[in-house]
């Protein structure tokens, strides 16, 4: 989450915890299940859809206004997978999350996720093919999705003034994806992770956004806000370092392209991990926009415009 919407949202501590009478749905994160169990999460909150594909700039930034702002609830969350189910209490803030050291007998794939209240977008389970020896873990803002986070009234207006379908996408990501994938026997059953700080009030956006442009299916897994677990401590390289330590952990045959920018601490956030996980680091491709001379580079990081190059 960029700093703005960190400001943003933390001004929207009173409203989030007021209780209303509106209907509510729940927005379920993607799951998956890794070596050691699985993860489900998720949040109970208002029912306030996004923007239309057609919005204008006007009815865009009314509705995702909406979404950053409303309110979480308690209450019970009942999901399914094939054959199982569970029940859990959202915490006040509405964040909900069932973490298990065992391991579901699925299939390989990606299992549609059911869930009452109704799920915001729809969301599924992912089961990796322990055959496949690629995975890829990607920023968002500025990686795929054309977001100027260096330029705060840039960044205002695309992530709030244009709906999801119209967002621009950076050219030629989603194709390289699918090619790098194509290495596994089962690309379809890819441990593929779109880690984002941005809130996970906007997880519908994002979604459709990526199905828009054809990024290949993966577990999208943004930040919470204003809730009691450990996505609300910290600053955002604690938070993506905590998350690809998590991932890494889960799947440790599978060696990973990192994807990102030098906007912000990626380069940074990757050569750590490097330097702990050399042998799950398959490529680590940094988007060059930040345009400050002194911007280190650090050992295996490569400009992405190479391998995309190479691609052609």
């Known amino acids: 989450m960029k700093n703005w919407l960190l400001f943003v949202m933390m001004t929207a501590t009173v409203s989030v915890s007021v209780r209303s009478e509106e209907p509510h749905h729940a927005i379920v ?17 208002e029912v306030h859809p996004g923007p239309g594909k057609d919005s204008g700039r006007l009815a865009s930034l009314y509705r995702n206004t909406r ?21 859990v209490r959202a915490d006040e803030h509405g964040y909900w999350e069932m973490v298990a050291s065992q391991l579901l007998g699925l299939a390989p794939g990606w299992h549609e996720i059911e869930s009452e ?18 995975g890829l873990i990607s920023d968002i803002d500025d990686t795929i ?7 705060k009234q840039s960044l205002l207006k695309n992530s709030l003034t244009v709906p999801p379908e119209q967002r621009a996408a950076v050219p030629a990501m989603a194709a390289l994806y699918g090619r790098l994938l194509k290495a596994n026997p089962a690309p379809e059953a890819s441990a593929v992770f779109y880690l984002s700080t941005t ?30 677990n450990s996505d609300s401590n910290g600053g955002n390289e604690d938070y993506k370092t905590r998350r690809i330590e998590r991932i890494l952990g889960a799947f440790p045959q599978t060696r ?3 994807f990102g920018d030098d906007a912000e601490r990626d380069p940074e956030i990757y050569a750590e991990v490097l330097a702990k996980h050399p042998g799950q680091v398959a490529g680590i491709w940094i988007r060059r926009i930040n ?3 002194q911007r280190p580079v ?6 992405v415009r190479e391998i995309l190059e190479a691609a052609k």
Do not use: C, M
């Open 29 to 45: 994160d993607d799951a998956w299940q890794g070596v050691h169990g699985y993860h489900f999460s998720g949040r109970l909150t």
């Open 67 to 87: 979404l950053l702002f409303a309110s979480g609830e308690e209450g019970v969350v009942t999901w399914k997978v094939a054959d199982y189910e569970w029940s």
């Open 117 to 134: 209240p109704v799920a915001s977008s729809k969301a599924g389970f992912l089961v990796a093919d322990p055959r496949n020896a690629v």
């Open 145 to 151: 999705l054309v977001s100027e986070v260096l330029s």
């Open 199 to 228: 809130p996970r009030q906007l997880t519908d956006n994002l979604r459709r956004f990526l199905q828009a442009n054809g990024f290949p299916r993966g577990v999208l897994q943004l930040r919470e806000i204003l809730s009691e």
């Open 256 to 258: 990973f392209h990192f």
């Open 291 to 293: 345009p400050a001379a």
């Open 298 to 303: 650090y050992a295996g990081e490569h400009d």
